[in-house]
């Protein structure tokens, strides 16, 4: 176990060793589920080509900001399964 000390806004640091570990640089993305008091961490992979398919078209033109919103859901969800286990 390492330990790690969270400042006044809610941040911490990821001790070295484990983001040496995980792979994690400068702007990655992490995944973070509460399960029974315990906190697990997982880091997001993939990239914007995994969602291929997933937003269906409704209407032409594209409101890109709501397509783009809708993909941050749908990925955002796909993490949290991820981290649940499902």
Same mark, same amino acid.
């Given at each position: 176990?390492?330990?790690? #000390?969270?400042?006044?806004?809610?941040?911490? #640091?990821?001790?070295?060793?484990?983001? /040496?570990? @995980?792979? @994690?640089?400068?702007? *990655?993305? @992490?995944?973070?589920?509460?399960?029974?008091?315990?906190? #697990?961490?997982?880091?997001?992979?993939?990239?914007? @080509? /995994?969602?291929?398919?997933?937003?269906?078209?409704?209407?032409?033109?594209? *409101?890109? /900001? %709501?397509? %783009?919103?809708?993909?941050?859901? #749908? %990925?955002?969800?796909?993490?949290?399964?991820?981290?649940?286990?499902?």
């Amino acid at each position: 176990m390492v330990a790690t #000390t969270m400042t006044k806004k809610g941040q911490i #640091t990821i001790p070295k060793e484990i983001r /040496d570990v @995980l792979g @994690l640089k400068e702007h *990655d993305r @992490l995944a973070f589920a509460l399960k029974e008091g315990e906190i #697990t961490m997982r880091p997001i992979r993939g990239s914007i @080509l /995994d969602l291929k398919g997933s937003v269906k078209p409704k209407r032409k033109p594209e *409101d890109f /900001d %709501r397509v %783009r919103a809708e993909t941050m859901l #749908t %990925r955002a969800k796909k993490a949290a399964q991820e981290v649940k286990g499902g």
